[in-house]
């Protein structure tokens, strides 16, 4: 069973950038795909980006598309989201996610597909 731990949000002006991380536990991190949600006030939660568990496949939806980057290193258990020229839309809880899978390259967009999940960390982008 999956434990998750989210790091690295905070408090960035407009054009900052973040770093998140999100440990794993457990001996077969590797046979999870990852993903980032994030949910904002009076908002569903929605997919920010996801990875298969090879790391060689990832998903990113259109509104952080060429701003965010998700990868992961199984070695360290722990998958990252970087990210670049933060917006103040982009202020929300952000969730890292993990599913259970013997596909190395699906990634999985929907809260739906997760089985696992961490609990959260704020990001807030100022104006």
């Known amino acids: 069973q999956a434990q998750l731990v989210e790091s690295g949000g905070g408090l960035v002006q407009a054009g900052g950038s973040l770093r998140l991380s999100c440990a794993g536990s457990?001996?077969?991190?590797?046979?999870?795909?990852m993903g980032w949600f994030r949910q904002a006030p009076g908002k569903e939660r929605e997919i920010v980006a996801a990875?298969?568990?090879?790391?060689?496949?990832?998903y990113y939806a259109d509104s952080v598309k060429g701003r965010f980057t998700i990868s992961r290193d199984n070695a360290k258990n722990t998958v990252y989201l970087q990210m670049i020229s933060l917006k103040p839309e982009d202020t929300a809880v952000y969730y890292c996610?993990?599913?259970?899978?013997?596909?190395?390259?699906?990634?999985?967009?929907?809260?739906?597909?997760?089985?696992?999940w961490g609990q959260g960390t704020q990001v807030t982008v100022s104006p």
């Open positions: 457990g001996r077969t991190f590797s046979s999870y795909a």
């Open positions: 996610a993990a599913r259970a899978t013997v596909s190395y390259t699906n990634t999985y967009t929907t809260s739906y597909d997760y089985n696992y």
């Open positions: 990875i298969s568990r090879s790391g060689g496949d990832t």
